[in-house]
C-alpha cells in the first residue's frame, strides 16, 4: 500500500491501525507463528504411534480383451483371479479402466487421447467395496443364534 499523502488519508490509515491494534492485525507474520506450532504438534503426533495416512496399495482394474471384459485387482506383486464381466460399450480392445477414488481412468496404450476420466462401472466399484468390508459385516449382531 503506498504511503498516504493527504490528510485526509492519513488519518484514515492511523484509525485503521488503530481499530486493528497489535494483536490482531498480525497478518502473515502473526499466524506463522500459530500455524507453525500447531503444525509441529500435529507431527509429533503423528510421529508418536499414530501412524500418517497411506494412499491404499491395491488397484481395481476392467480390462478388455478379444474375448471379453474382465475384473482385477493389483496389490504390488500380487494379481488377483480374473472375473469375467459384461464390457462397458465404450471400451475398446487393449484398453482398460483402472477405479482412483471415486472415479475411475480410462487407461489406453494405443490411443493416448482416450486416456480420460470416465464414470465407473458398477463392477468396478462394487468389488472395491467387497473389499473394503469386513468379513463378517452380513451377519446378524448375534452371530447367528
Known amino acids: 500500500m503506498p504511503p498516504p499523502t493527504s490528510p485526509?488519508?492519513?488519518a484514515l490509515f492511523a484509525a485503521t491501525a488503530l481499530l486493528c491494534g497489535a494483536a490482531a492485525c498480525q497478518g502473515d507474520a502473526g499466524s506463522q507463528g500459530a500455524d507453525g506450532q500447531k503444525g509441529d504438534a500435529g507431527a509429533a503426533l503423528a510421529a508418536e504411534g499414530t501412524?500418517?495416512?497411506r494412499r491404499p496399495t491395491r488397484y481395481y482394474h476392467l480390462r478388455r480383451t478379444d474375448d471379453g471384459c474382465e475384473l482385477f485387482w493389483i496389490d504390488g506383486d500380487l494379481v488377483s483371479a480374473s472375473q469375467t464381466v459384461t464390457c462397458p460399450p465404450d471400451l475398446q480392445v487393449g484398453e482398460r479402466l483402472r477405479l482412483t477414488g471415486k472415479t475411475c481412468m480410462r487407461e489406453?496404450?494405443?490411443t493416448p487421447a482416450r486416456a480420460v476420466p470416465v464414470?465407473?462401472?458398477l463392477p468396478l466399484?462394487?468389488?472395491e467395496k467387497a473389499d473394503r468390508a469386513p468379513p463378517d459385516a452380513g451377519a446378524?449382531?448375534?452371530g447367528g443364534t
Open 108 to 110: 489406453s496404450a494405443q
Open 8 to 10: 485526509r488519508r492519513l
Open 125 to 127: 466399484t462394487n468389488m
Open 119 to 121: 464414470v465407473c462401472p
Open 51 to 53: 501412524p500418517a495416512p
Open 140 to 142: 446378524p449382531p448375534d
